[in-house]
């Protein structure tokens, strides 16, 4: 699977953006998606993770009450609302796909193996 990330860009504190991963080269509807962000000098840490069938979702503590997972399986896309935004936030993002047909929800990176470029995200005070 090919993932492609967008989405990203400059926004104050307290703003909002929209991330958008776009899936193609399978049945994007059967596998768990995540969204995982890694900041200079950090290492790649979770955000937030969607089932297969999108009943299920999970976030890390830090973005939890801010940030939104979804899914439209019909535009193979999976999304990535975050409101709230606050400098912490800054890091680059990227989208994150399991290859286990109709796996578990996950939320280590070595559960996911197809990953997108990144889109950078940056949060000023």
């Known amino acids: 699977v090919q993932l492609q990330a967008s989405g990203g860009g400059l926004v104050q504190a307290g703003g909002s953006l929209r991330l958008s991963c776009a899936a193609s080269?399978?049945?994007?509807?059967?596998?768990?998606m995540a969204w995982f962000r890694q900041a200079p000098g950090k290492e790649r840490e979770f955000v937030a993770a969607i089932s297969w069938s999108g009943a299920y979702t999970l976030y890390a503590d830090s973005v939890k009450g801010r940030f939104t997972i979804s899914r439209d399986n019909a535009k193979d896309t999976v999304y990535l609302q975050m409101n709230s935004l606050k400098p912490e936030d800054t890091a680059a993002y990227y989208c994150?796909?399991?290859?286990?047909?109709?796996?578990?929800?996950?939320?280590?990176?070595?559960?996911?193996?197809?990953w997108g470029q990144g889109t950078l995200v940056t949060v000023s005070s």
């Open positions: 080269g399978r049945t994007f509807g059967s596998y768990a």
């Open positions: 994150a796909s399991r290859n286990e047909f109709r796996g578990a929800i996950a939320t280590m990176v070595d559960d996911f193996s197809s």
